[in-house]
């Protein structure tokens, strides 16, 4: 058995039995976890969920809190606020002196949990460091649940006229998207049955929903996916919200298919989703229909539009980002 990421190979280090009847949460994908023993998992990634899942671990998906946890074992995420989040809630809804052990890479900003906990009442100890992996121990405290009651994360603001719902970890928090902002610039009024790929805080579905197209909103990220509900209904508007790892989820044909897809996996470069996406797409565009993609200008997507779409233009070009509509046909 391989651990392929460093906080994997730290983890390789514990006693093998003390994660044993834990609760994983918001865990990263690596072989030594996935095809350990089975085990309780937190995610809120509909791919990561699903991969924990196919490897046969008891999946608890989504936002809603699992009860009769013995422990947790939280995998600290690249967003700091989300990582406060995090630690606020499981303290929140787990037992008071629930053992709760912290582990991240210090790049991703691990070194600052000390004085997270302090700041919430909680004492901890670093119990081990390796790989530029820090692993940190606590427990539940009633001083923290008191702490945590009004804090639930999520923030409500304004943009282009619409009033946006967002939480840490949802793409472009608290903020409009620089390349949202010039599709949205660039985007034509479409009608029908149209597709918001990545749909992260809900702005694109709600400036489609509110201009009388039928949206269908996808996304991994179940906070995203709640952001996006949230935004839908405060503009008075409707949609279908739905998880899905790209199209993996999606049935039907759209009259247009509108995306500003990420490209990070953690701190990494990762083409492999906007490209799975790209190849898709004409399956379940309706004839005559386009698909919309913004993307960072140095990003290679216009060959694989080429290769896929008959058509492919540049609506807008910023030098920052650009605005692609590819159609076939």
Known sequence: MTSFTPVGQLLERQ?????RDWLLVTPVLDD?????????VWCTDHAIAAAYRKAGHDVIEGLEAPGNVQGALLFWPKSHALGVWWVRTLCTTLKVTTPLHIVGEHQGGIKRVPKVLEALGLSGERVDNARRCSLFATSTHASCHAESDTEDGWLRFEALDLTLHSHPGVFGHGKLDEGTRLLLEHLPTLSGHVLDVGCGDGIISAWLATRGAAVTATDVNHFALEATRRTLAANGASGEVIASDMLENVSGRFTAIVTNPPFHQERSVDYDPTRRLIEQAPEHIEEGGCFYLV???????????????????????????????????
């Open 295 to 329: 993307a960072n200008a140095f990003l290679p997507y216009a060959q694989i539009l080429k290769t896929h779409f008959t058509q492919v233009e540049v609506l807008a070009d910023n030098r920052r980002f650009k605005v692609y509509r590819a159609t076939n046909g």
């Open 15 to 19: 006693p093998v039995d003390r994660y």
């Open 32 to 40: 030594s976890l996935l095809h350990a023993p089975p085990r309780r």
